[in-house]
């Protein structure tokens, strides 16, 4: 039997329905895999609503959120300003398939802070970018091979759905089925922080390398920073060998400061993808980066790229009220002190019960890895203990905290995760602690 935060007897029974509807007649019963709680078990939780930190479900249960829809959720739910540019924005129309003004505004508005960035193209989602990005540098170093980093994710494009093959020169191989050989064989995952294997691979086929792709700072095997010199690395190799520097901000764009990742780090790559934030909750992903790279795209260039909803009004409205109310360094502050108590308070519930755990934070993106030692690749990630996360996620979830649903991802915050709310986590977090250790 479970009690949420009110003290009342938690039921999950129109969840349960619905899923077992949904299964009849979508995939496993969901829109994108990890909404299904596979890695954790149980049945996924239907949602009804969400207001600032906070989602309330099918049954009528709430709970703070920290998925906050995986990234884009920087303002929480129902930000009120977001609500009223959109209601305002539906009634001149949904799309025309024809430039507007708003999309100069959001162009101009994202090249004016993001220092690598001299022209962007706006799309749909984060895969769609990470492709376009892939196509672009190809045929402007006209080379065919791809290095990626095992544990990051850049959508699921079949390019991008490659793992290292057996030995870490050999071509990647199909990590889907459906993905054919002779995509993948474009394609090395070398492991996250390790200069050395880039370099190695850079002497043997650098002359066939059209680029690097990278998470700058990687959120998609939980939270896992570049170490020192990482990003510099990069950086220096792909110059030296005239191969491209793709950082895939998708998540930290906007996320970790204005200028994204990039500006953070100091390290500025060729070209940028963008999404989630800069979509204010609406579907949207873009590709940024130096002039000379971009005008290659169709119609200025020969590199085909097209979209029916590209720019859509809403998401274009959507974001740029985003980027406009997180143009003020108070709102990233907040971000960064609130991150930090939450990691204060997980910290010293892991020592008061003797879990094993590191925590890995940078400003508001965090993970709770359970194991004991610091988390540098996705070797380093696949030695947590994936059983004890999925009891405490539903320990905590009965709790009213919704956490991610597998260990390999980041809890986000939002501008409404305050203090009180913090505090009312770290206090979910002690019990759920104490019935799990
Ligand atoms: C989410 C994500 C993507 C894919 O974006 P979609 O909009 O889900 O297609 C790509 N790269 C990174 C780093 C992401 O986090």
Not at 168 to 185: C, F, N, Q
Not at 257 to 286: E, H, M, N, R, S
């Amino acid at each position: 039997m479970a009690f949420g935060r009110m003290g009342s007897i938690m039921k999950f029974e129109k969840s349960e329905k619905l899923y077992k509807l949904a299964i009849n007649y979508i995939p496993g019963g969901v829109n994108s895999p990890v909404r299904a709680f596979g890695a954790v078990g149980g049945n996924p939780i239907f949602i009804e609503s969400g207001k600032g930190a906070e989602i309330t479900d099918a049954d009528g249960n709430k709970y703070i959120d920290y998925v906050l829809s995986w990234g884009p959720l920087i303002l929480g739910h129902s930000y009120p300003d977001i609500v009223g540019a959109l209601e305002n924005a539906i009634q001149k129309g949904t799309s025309f398939g024809a430039p507007t003004e708003l999309e100069v505004e959001l162009a101009k508005y994202i090249i004016d802070k993001v220092n690598s960035v001299e022209r962007i193209r706006l799309v749909n989602s984060g895969t769609e970018a990470t492709m376009t990005a892939v196509r672009l540098a190809r045929a402007v170093t006209n080379r065919r091979m791809v290095v990626k980093f095992d544990g990051c994710y850049h959508g699921h494009s079949d390019g991008f759905l490659a793992k290292a093959g057996s030995g870490m020169l050999t071509a990647g191989i199909p990590s889907s089925s459906g993905v054919p050989r002779t995509i993948t064989e474009l394609i090395i995952s070398l492991p996250y922080n390790n200069m050395e294997s880039i370099e190695d691979i850079f002497e043997k086929r650098g002359g066939d390398i059209a680029c690097v792709i990278v998470e700058p700072m990687a959120a998609n095997m939980g939270v896992v920073p570049p170490e020192n010199g990482f990003l510099e690395g990069l950086r220096k190799v792909t110059k030296e060998y005239d191969s491209l520097l793709i950082f895939d901000e998708v998540i930290t764009g906007f996320r970790l400061g204005l200028g994204g990742a990039q500006q953070f780090y100091g390290v500025y790559p060729d070209i940028t993808c963008f999404g989630k934030i800069i979509g204010g909750g609406l579907p949207v992903g873009a590709i940024g980066g130096r002039a000379d790279i971009m005008d290659r795209l169709s119609p200025s260039g020969d590199v085909y790229q097209a979209g029916t909803l590209s720019g859509n009004p809403l998401a274009v409205i959507a974001g740029l009220t985003t980027l406009k109310i997180l143009d003020n360094q108070s709102v990233y502050q907040k971000l960064e002190t609130n991150g930090a108590l939450l990691e204060k308070y997980i910290e010293q519930n892991l020592d008061d019960f003797g879990i094993d755990g590191v925590v890995q934070r940078v400003g508001s993106l965090l993970t709770l890895f359970f194991t004991d030692k610091a988390i540098k690749n996705f070797d380093d990630a696949n030695t947590l203990d994936k059983k004890l996360y999925s009891e405490y996620f539903h320990s905590m979830l009965k709790r009213g905290i919704y956490l991610p649903p597998s260990p390999f991802e980041a809890m986000f915050l939002s501008v409404y995760h305050n203090e009180d709310i913090i505090e009312r986590t770290a206090e979910a977090q002690r019990k759920a602690f104490a019935e799990i250790s």
